[in-house]
């Protein structure tokens, strides 16, 4: 089936830095999708891309959906202790219905 | 705004008990998800629900069981639960299937079987 490779798996960084993640297919999507997973919760929607092409902008995080439709970065500037948590990414594609897949997540760890 | 409750959010249990998890929202969403997440992975869809009284297999449904009797409730039980369905367990609502985006998800129930 269908298969969203994320990467990295984990990022640990210096408060201030820039960060950038990524998820690739080898198929199209329709519509990319980042969301943040903080401990003990349920992800939230940060950012959602509809067109090839496209680049959103939330805040500090910064998303793209590629050109190919099967990519999609996720760029956050100037991190801060709060972005901690798990990216993931996320996309739909048509097949006899509507479907949903996920990446894996990157957990982004902050050093002190 | 409660948005998207799951009790209990913590259960243990024995190899072979049963058990059923709730899951309520007060969005008046149509759509609704069980998934559940193991460490390394994504999120893997169990069920999912396209409206009150409807029901349908997600990627892995087996060993699975859940029900819409109402729009705002959606059910998810363990018939005989199994160390392999030890997991963090997600409910999630929305209110467009197709574009399946924004998604609501509740806080989540960390699920042990010995």
């Known amino acids: 089936g269908q298969q969203l490779n994320q990467s990295p798996q984990s990022m640990f960084i210096q408060e201030g830095e820039d960060v950038s993640m990524n998820c690739t297919s080898s198929?199209?999507?329709?519509?990319w999708l980042w969301y943040k997973q903080e401990p003990g919760e349920g992800p939230v929607l940060l950012i959602a891309?509809?067109?090839a092409g496209e680049l959103t902008s939330n805040g500090r995080l910064t998303a793209q959906f590629g050109i190919t439709r099967k990519d999609s970065f996720l760029n956050i500037s100037a991190s801060i202790p709060s972005d901690v948590g798990i990216y993931f990414c996320?996309?739909?594609?048509?097949?006899?219905?509507?479907?949903?897949?996920w990446g894996a997540g990157t957990k982004l760890i902050i050093k002190p | 705004n409660a948005g998207v409750t799951q009790t209990p959010k913590f259960r243990v249990l024995k190899t072979g008990q049963s058990m059923t998890l709730l899951c309520a929202q007060d969005m008046n969403h149509e759509y609704m998800y069980w998934y559940r997440q193991d460490p390394g992975m994504g999120l893997r869809l169990i069920h999912y629900s396209v409206g009150e009284g409807t029901t349908a297999k997600g990627e892995v449904p087996d060993g699975y069981n859940v029900s819409r009797l109402k729009k705002q409730n959606f059910l998810l039980g363990l018939e005989s639960a199994a160390p392999s369905q030890t997991s963090v367990y997600f409910c999630?609502?929305?209110?467009?299937?197709?574009?399946?985006?924004?998604?609501?998800f509740g806080s989540g129930t960390q699920l042990s079987v010995l």
């Open positions: 996320a996309g739909t594609f048509w097949d006899s219905n509507y479907q949903l897949i």
């Open positions: 891309l509809y067109k």
């Open positions: 999630a609502s929305s209110s467009l299937h197709r574009a399946g985006e924004k998604l609501f």
């Open positions: 198929s199209i999507f329709n519509t």
